[in-house]
């Protein structure tokens, strides 16, 4: 066996010494006992999911951003990648196109407000008591998340196409009815409510002041002088609402007929 010698370039080299290949490829190729000691190779590949998805939510928490500020029209899916130290091609990936994700934003702001009523335990509550917790939960999201409602705004001006596209989000949206139903129902057996107010319109009725105390806050409040920011008057808004819808919904109307016999002047046609 020869020695080794450096060559003219001063480059250590074996002249005559091979090994076969055969040897070669198993020295190549570290064993598993070798594989587990290297730090830079791991035994084992660990699942990529929860990467996966902990990169989708990030982007959909900077994309609500963009479009909560910049509606559907004027977010650029450039600026949600610059923030999010990302591609466009990676966000497509993920969501297909623009729309893909301005759906996913909405079907993520409703499902946000549809999960935390699920928190809060209607049904052990008395039909009153559970009228109130509904009420001020759907004040104190609303008051908390301008956000989501200026995305469902958005998503008015764009007379709510996208949001029919979504089967996803019908469904989400059935849960608070459902809830609203079964506290109407016990609250007509009681006798505590009346019978001709569904839970879509209780919803609606509900909803309607929480969402326009939001929306309108800076042309309401600057028109008429008001601070919704000042405690106070959010918590005066706050016992206003709870308390009309409570009044709505055990109100005891009078018939059409005795109604308008009520009215001086006007008289009753048979």
Not at 123 to 149: E, G, M, Q, W
């Amino acid at each position: 066996m020869r020695q080794p010698h450096h060559d003219q370039e001063g480059t250590l080299s074996v002249l005559s010494t091979k090994l076969p290949t055969k040897r070669v490829a198993e020295a190549a190729v570290p064993s598993p006992a070798a594989r587990g000691r290297t730090p830079n190779v791991p035994a084992e590949v660990p699942s990529r999911k929860p990467d996966a998805e902990r990169t989708r939510q990030d982007i959909l928490a900077v994309a609500r951003r963009e479009f909560a500020e910049h509606g559907l029209s004027g977010a650029r899916v450039d600026a949600i990648a610059a923030r999010m130290r990302t591609t466009k091609r990676m966000i497509y990936y993920y969501f297909g196109s623009k729309q893909g994700l301005y759906l996913a934003v909405l079907e993520q702001a409703y499902g946000g407000i549809r999960e935390a009523e699920q928190t809060l335990q209607l049904d052990k509550l008395s039909p009153v008591n559970a009228i109130r917790a509904i009420c001020d939960f759907t004040f104190d999201y609303h008051d908390a998340h301008p956000d989501f409602v200026r995305l469902v705004c958005i998503e008015n001006i764009h007379h709510g196409h996208n949001l029919a596209q979504s089967e996803a989000l019908r469904n989400l949206n059935s849960t608070i009815i459902a809830s609203l139903d079964a506290i109407l129902s016990r609250g007509r057996e009681a006798g505590l409510f009346r019978p001709d107010i569904s839970a879509v319109e209780l919803h609606m009725m509900m909803s309607a002041p929480c969402f326009y105390r939001v929306s309108n806050r800076h042309t309401f409040g600057t028109l008429f002088r008001q601070d919704f920011d000042i405690e106070e008057t959010r918590m005066r808004h706050k016992h206003l609402i709870v308390d009309a819808i409570l009044g709505l919904l055990t109100a005891t109307l009078p018939s059409p007929e005795s109604a308008a016999a009520s009215v001086p002047g006007r008289a009753r046609h048979r």
